[in-house]
């Protein structure tokens, strides 16, 4: 079962940056992080579960949500099977408990449809303060 961590949420002032990392374990035998698409989603309280940004499994190509263009980064490192989103820029918008999820069905692609997704981590949490 893969199992993913979130890490590097935290509080940060309005036009800060954060790095959130996605650190991934427990592959079946002979997989790696290069089986899985990445997608980053976001929740803030009383909102609906965003989709932020993915990856393909090769990390060839990224997608954004309109908000976040131009001021996130998504990422992965396959040999130490961690992804991550830099997030520069910040606004009090961007409040919200940050999930990484995998997915391994899509390869050329990525989507941030979140009902893609077989694997969630727990979340971290993100707050900007304005």
């Known amino acids: 079962q893969l199992h993913l961590v979130e890490s590097g949420g935290g509080l940060v002032q309005s036009g800060g940056s954060l790095r959130l990392s996605c650190g991934a374990s427990?592959?079946?035998?002979?997989?790696?992080?290069?089986?899985?698409?990445i997608g980053w989603f976001r929740q803030a309280p009383g909102k609906e579960r965003e989709g932020v940004s993915c990856?393909?499994?090769?990390?060839?190509?990224?997608k954004y949500t309109d908000s976040v263009k131009g001021r996130f980064y998504v990422s992965k490192d396959n040999a130490k099977n961690t992804a991550y989103l830099q997030m520069d820029s910040l606004t009090a918008e961007d409040t919200a408990v940050y999930y990484c999820?995998?997915?391994?069905?899509?390869?050329?692609?990525?989507?941030?449809?979140?009902?893609?997704?077989?694997?969630w981590g727990q979340g971290t949490q993100v707050t900007v303060s304005s």
């Open positions: 999820a995998a997915e391994e069905d899509s390869f050329w692609t990525c989507s941030t449809n979140s009902s893609l997704y077989d694997y």
């Open positions: 427990g592959f079946t035998s002979g997989f790696t992080l290069e089986n899985y698409a």
């Open positions: 990856i393909s499994r090769p990390g060839g190509v990224t």
